[in-house]
């Protein structure tokens, strides 16, 4: 047996997170938000400079780690006008700690859902 060690990056995380979220019955999409934004602009940045960055599109996801070393994942979302907020809120929070554990085998300790925008007529 060998002790190797695998060290699952942050993005992946957002990734893995960014994709349950989007799954949801009733999110209409991830918002970025001005954190996002700001994000998005220094990704450029780095494209315009020739940096490759090859993480998987993430933006309305923030994973940051406590002191404790607690996994928390912050989703900003969009939902549709005809659904409960508070039911696809609870949902988003289980699809994201039941995919990120699928697909990393990595715990997520902690899951806020932020809804930044309710739009009428979107499913």
């Known amino acids: 047996m060998s002790d190797r060690e695998f060290i699952i990056s942050d993005a992946v995380v ?15 999409r991830l918002e970025a938000g001005l954190r996002g934004l700001v994000s998005a602009f220094a990704r450029s940045g780095k494209q315009l400079l020739g940096v490759q960055n090859s993480a998987a599109k993430a933006d309305g996801v923030r994973v940051r780690r406590t002191p404790a070393g607690a996994l928390a994942v912050q989703v900003d979302v ?24 699928a697909q990393t085998g990595v715990t997520v300790d902690e899951v806020s859902v932020t809804i930044l925008d309710i739009e009428p007529g979107a499913q």
């Open 14 to 28: 957002a990734g893995v997170a960014a994709r349950a979220t989007a799954e949801v019955p009733g999110v209409v």
């Open 78 to 101: 969009s939902l549709g006008a005809d659904c409960r907020a508070a039911t696809v809120g609870a949902e988003i929070q289980r699809a994201v700690i039941e995919a990120v554990r």
